[in-house]
């Protein structure tokens, strides 16, 4: 029999290693933007730690 198991988020964002680079989506109400961007890390139930992506990237967003 195929059992399934459920995996939280939290476990996921740790599978992530720092230094990856993760695909955003801003999504404002008149738009969204799409940037990529290095992922530094996460203190755990509280913060996610991006490195700021490039201004001329984030474009109007």
């Known amino acids: 029999m195929l059992k399934t198991q ?3 988020q939290d476990t996921l964002l740790t599978a992530i290693s720092a230094g ?3 695909d955003l989506e801003i999504c ?3 738009n969204s933007k799409r940037v990529k961007t290095a992922y530094v890390g996460m203190l ?3 913060f996610l730690f991006l490195n700021h992506p490039n201004p001329k990237r984030l474009g109007a967003a």
């Open 6 to 8: 459920e995996v939280g």
């Open 44 to 46: 755990q139930g509280a």
């Open 28 to 30: 404002l109400p008149a």
């Open 20 to 22: 990856s680079i993760v």
